[in-house]
């Protein structure tokens, strides 16, 4: 059930057992609500949302954290794959609240480790008034929806205006 990694610096460490739920939850600092949710988590949201839309070059919405389990939390400049790993996208993520904002373009892969701290930092050094204030201004500014179908259910997703699907800008 429980066992330990011995790194090469000499630190023991609990593996993770992915089988049970408890000890994950303690050792990843994950939480109850994201691991046991019947909502669809942010990432399969995320992709099936590229996914259904044939993985356009860019695209840029809105989802509520009340229909999501946010599962990306903390994560700001991140790549991700799609398609099996035929598309790679850089993901730019906020939480504006009471949205989470996605902004998608489709690139190569690329190290964002250092713009991810970067744009983490800044958000920590403003308080986060600004992603607020972003968040309240989305919830007049909204004019578009659409609905993303994932194993978990339909999520709604939020669009300042309609995409011209396959456009590059």
Not at 92 to 115: A, F, V
Not at 131 to 144: D, E, K, N, P, S
């Amino acid at each position: 059930m429980f066992s330990w990694n011995f790194l090469s610096r000499g630190i023991l460490r609990p593996k993770r057992d992915l089988k049970n739920p408890f000890i994950y939850i303690l050792q990843t600092g994950g939480t109850c609500r994201t691991l046991f949710t019947k909502k669809p988590k942010a990432s399969e949201v995320l992709t099936c949302h590229l996914e259904n839309n044939g993985c356009p070059p860019w695209t840029s919405y809105f989802v509520k954290y009340e229909s999501i389990a946010n599962d990306q939390r903390g994560r700001s400049h991140f790549n991700w794959a799609v398609g099996g790993g035929k598309h790679n996208y850089h993901i730019l993520r906020t939480g504006c609240y009471p949205y989470i904002k996605y902004h998608c373009s489709k690139r190569p892969y690329q190290d964002l480790r250092i713009e991810d701290t970067f744009f983490r930092v800044i958000k920590v050094m403003n308080l986060g008034i600004p992603c607020l204030a972003y968040g309240i201004a989305a919830t007049y500014l909204i004019r578009h929806t659409e609905e993303v179908h994932t194993p978990k259910g339909s999520v709604t997703i939020y669009f300042l205006y309609p995409e011209d699907r396959g456009s590059s800008f």
